[in-house]
DNA sequence: GTTTAAATTGAAATTCATTTTCAACTAGGT
DNA sequence: ACCTAGTTGAAAATGAATTTCAATTTAAAC
């Protein structure tokens, strides 16, 4: 999805909810578009602060949350204790492979899994709503 | 795996490490593998208390790592922001159901799905060490 | 343009799980 | 029994997420 029909949606959003499109909250949206995915709420707060934007770490912290809620990111969990976003590809779902040595991220997808998670969730008689994969484990540039 | 089995695994752990066998692990031993699974520290700690041991919160985290550490137990994170504990067993590995309306927890295991994992990171260069793969979404429970 | 009501901001405080500290205590070898 | 190193548990510290609240800003109404 482009950025500038992202930014469109998060205007419906706002507008649709009864809430005010700031200043501040551009500059965040801006800021993680731009930036790369999987970033945490502290990461996103200093490349603010890094650029010249004088704005409050639970400024970023409930932007970011209105994100996730409007579908323009999600959150993630990788066991780091940290809450990440990452910008939502729609209709597109991706899984992650992560290095246990240097964290490296790298996503992934692959049908077959879907469709078995599919098959496996409706043989316990589960409607599956979404799903999180995770693999760890050494990336090429750690196991030699 | 027996409980009996357990239990000397985790004591040959504490010999091999220099660390000391005590009232307080035993207990926390005993009490771990009598409850059901998915425990938080939080739960496990009630759970000692409402028996009679006097035994605190901190003792009862340290020992839930150490039964990480030595495998018979793994930590799990379900996103509500707390970690959970489960008897390990051992060579038998499994992923787990989660109904989003009402929290009921299934386990289960494909083989199929772990195949296609190894293959989709080997594809990437990745060695899989372990792996997560949780399904929400709603039980035949609560989807009448 | 001014007024007004409601939402937003941001620094600081709070919450909540996890983790560490440290003085008193215990296990287990000598 | 003695000694040493590990253990315990209450309390304090940590760290991320969240809330509070007074000052400010937005945008709709006048």
Known sequence: MSKAKTKSQFKDFLLTQGLKSTRQRELILDEFLHAGSHLSTEDLYLRLRRGNSRIGYATVHRTLKLFAECG??????????????????????HDHLICVVCGKIVEFEDPRIEELQVEVAGAHGFSIERHRLELYGCCPGCSI
């Open 72 to 93: 323009i990111a999600e959150q993630r969990h990788f066991g780091d204790g940290q809450t990440r976003y990452e910008a939502s590809d729609c209709d597109e779902h």
